[in-house]
């Protein structure tokens, strides 16, 4: 007796539907996240690294402005770095020597700001993103920089807190 | 005889719904907000106020013998707050809490006090040490700012109408008074 040869089924012509619910549960779940997480703002910040921001009750959104960043080791305008620090204070090479609390290249960037950026610079509002951990001394020094250079209205970075 | 038409219905019937078409327009919405959510919600502090309140610090700033009212903040004492009217001045002092940490329930319930003695005053001036930490300012600027029990209102006068009203903003004008100092 010959024995049968096994055969693999045809699959011609044959359809398949894909069983999608479980996608559109994930899809679900993401789309409600997000929308969550919607920003309405007409000015979007970027979180800069190494700087965590005070929690404050504040529900105001952020308005545009000269933005400066800074964190327990340098002052940043937007991306460019304008000067370091070391434990709180500023490196003695980026202050003025006849005004402790003046930091040359913060005054000569705002400055230039000015320049380029005639009508937002107007306003003289700079957004101030500051590691919580800094003490006045620093945050001063840049206020007092900043009103120097025609930006006397300093507007707070915080997070959403109690 | 006419046969009567009866209508056939299959109450076990099953179908199936077809998801493709909320998929679609899902994996579409999906990158539009993964672009436009902010994951860290980053708000300002400013002094963006009612009118009715904008037009009382005006007031209060085109009246100079309104009372003054200036906090200091330092590592050793706590929270100071000074008032200042008519020549005399009342000094009122916030400790610190069992953490060592600045007792911000009675600092509130200071302002509050101090708020409901002097309702035609907005603004304070924040006089900081220079090693008080930034986190700390923006707590007492946030202490200050706004009254957070239910129902304490302040009077405010509405100046345009005449009229009568009230407010939850206690000290929203915060002027850092030693910024210039060496």
């Given amino acids: 007796m010959s024995r049968k040869r096994f055969e693999v089924p045809s699959k011609r012509n044959q359809s398949f539907s894909l069983n999608i619910t479980s996608m559109t549960d994930m899809f679900t779940i993401l789309l409600v996240f997000l929308l969550q997480t919607y920003s309405t703002s007409e000015v979007t910040l970027d979180a800069v690294k190494d700087v965590r921001l005070p929690q404050s009750i504040s529900d105001k959104n952020p308005i545009d402005g000269a933005k400066l960043s800074i964190s327990a080791t340098e002052l940043k305008f937007g991306q460019k770095f304008l000067a370091s620090l070391r434990s709180n204070s500023f490196d003695t090479a980026f202050i003025d020597p006849h005004d402790s609390n003046f930091?040359?290249?913060?005054?000569?960037?705002?400055?230039n700001f000015n320049k380029s950026n005639e009508k937002l610079a107007k306003t003289g509002k700079v957004l101030l993103q500051a590691?919580?951990?800094?003490?006045?001394?620093?945050?001063?020094?840049?206020?007092?920089t900043a009103s120097m250079a025609g930006f006397p209205n300093l507007k707070l970075i915080t997070t959403v807190g109690q | 005889m006419k046969k009567r038409f009866k209508l056939n219905i299959n109450h076990n019937s099953e179908f199936d719904l077809d998801l493709a078409p909320l998929l679609a327009v899902m994996v579409k919405l999906v990158p539009v907000l993964l672009v436009s959510s902010a994951f860290v919600q980053m708000m300002i502090i400013e002094t963006d106020l009612p009118q009715v309140v904008q037009e009382a610090i005006k007031k209060q700033d085109e009246n100079p013998k309104s009372a003054q009212i200036a906090v200091e903040v330092s590592k050793s004492v706590g929270v100071k707050i000074i008032i200042s009217e008519n020549g005399s001045q009342k000094i009122e002092v916030v400790g610190f809490d069992k953490d060592k940490k600045i007792d911000y329930p009675t600092l509130q319930a200071k302002l509050v006090e101090v708020k409901k003695l002097h309702p035609e005053v907005f603004k304070i001036d924040l006089n900081p040490d220079a090693e008080i930490a930034y986190k700390d300012l923006v707590k007492i600027m946030d202490e200050a700012r706004k009254v957070r029990a239910v129902g304490v209102r302040f009077p405010v006068k509405d100046s345009k109408t005449g009229k009568d009203t009230t407010t939850d903003y206690m000290f929203p004008e915060v002027v850092f008074s030693n910024m210039l100092d060496g």
Avoid: G, N, W
């Fill in chain 1, 131 to 144: 590691d919580e951990a800094l003490p006045y001394s620093v945050i001063r020094k840049v206020m007092y």
């Fill in chain 1, 103 to 111: 930091i040359k290249p913060l005054f000569e960037e705002l400055q």
